[in-house]
C-alpha cells in the first residue's frame, strides 16, 4: 500500500515569504504529526493531529501552523520565512493512538530560506 | 521532563561486527521506546518497539531490550552488514502521541 506522501519534495523559498507543506498519510490512518529536522537540534516535534483536532503542539512560534482535513490529508504553514526554519520537514501517520502503533513517516520536504 | 540521550557518532564498522548503540532516557512513569533508522534521502522507519519494563524489541536481526532499572534501551545487533548503514535514533512516547528523539547515531558499515 501508498505510505506517507508529503508534497513538494525540495523547496526554495525566500525570507518573509509564507510556505504550504502536504502531507498525505496512509490510508485508514487518523494520526498525523509533523516534526522539523535540523543538523543543529535534531528531530523536533511540531503538532498532532487526531481526526482533524490538533491534539498537542511543540514549543515553535506562531508562524507554525497547521491543519487537517476530513480524508486525514494534512498541511502545514509557515508564515514570514526567516534563515532558521531551513530543514527537513517530516510527515507521520499512524492508525490508531499513534504512539504504541509507531508512526510512519514520510520522506519528508525539504525547505531552503534563502 | 522528557528526554533521551544516546551516544554520539559516527559508528563505523567492519561487515560481520558487533554492534551496540546506547541510549538511555529520562521521564516520569512508563514510557514506550522506540528504534527509528534513516536511510539517506529518506524519511524514518520504525525499527522496533517495547512498551512495558523487561520487554525485547526484534526485527531484522536487532534486538533492545527495555531496562527500567538503568532507563536504558541499547540497540544490538550481533552481525552488521553494508546494508545497515544509516542513522540510527532512539525515541521514547510518554502521554499523548508526542516523540521525544535522541539526537541520532551515524553507523558506517565497511566491507
Known amino acids: 500500500k501508498a505510505g506517507v506522501t508529503q508534497t513538494p519534495r525540495y523547496l526554495i523559498k525566500t525570507r518573509g515569504q509564507q510556505v504550504t507543506l502536504s502531507c498525505s498519510p496512509i490510508?485508514?490512518?487518523?494520526?498525523v504529526s509533523w516534526y522539523q529536522q535540523t543538523p543543529g537540534q535534531g528531530l523536533q516535534f511540531l503538532f498532532e493531529y487526531f481526526s482533524e483536532t490538533q491534539r498537542n503542539k511543540g514549543n515553535f512560534p506562531g508562524r507554525f501552523s497547521g491543519r487537517q482535513f476530513s480524508n486525514s490529508r494534512s498541511e502545514m504553514n509557515v508564515s514570514t520565512l526567516e534563515l532558521g526554519d531551513s530543514a527537513l520537514y517530516l510527515c507521520?501517520?499512524?492508525f490508531g493512538d499513534g504512539g504504541d502503533y509507531g508512526y510512519t513517516f514520510g520522506s519528508g520536504t525539504r525547505l531552503t530560506v534563502v | 521532563g522528557n528526554s533521551v540521550t544516546q551516544m554520539e557518532g559516527p559508528v563505523t564498522l567492519s561487515e560481520e561486527a558487533f554492534l551496540t548503540i546506547n541510549c538511555t532516557y529520562t521521564a516520569t512513569g512508563y514510557p514506550s521506546l522506540f528504534w527509528y533508522v534513516q536511510y539517506p534521502g529518506e524519511g524514518l522507519q520504525l525499527l522496533l518497539k517495547?512498551?512495558?519494563?523487561?520487554d525485547k524489541g526484534s526485527n531484522k536481526g536487532f534486538e533492545a531490550t527495555y531496562r527500567k532499572e538503568t532507563t536504558s534501551f541499547h540497540l544490538e545487533k550481533g552481525s552488521v552488514q553494508v546494508s545497515d548503514s544509516a542513522v540510527y535514533f532512539c525515541?521514547?512516547?510518554?502521554?499523548?502521541?508526542?516523540?521525544?528523539f535522541g539526537t541520532g547515531t551515524s553507523l558506517t558499515v565497511i566491507p
Open positions: 525515541a521514547l512516547k510518554h502521554t499523548g502521541n508526542q516523540f521525544y
Open positions: 517495547a512498551t512495558k519494563a523487561d
Open positions: 490510508s485508514g490512518h487518523r494520526s
Open positions: 507521520a501517520s499512524s
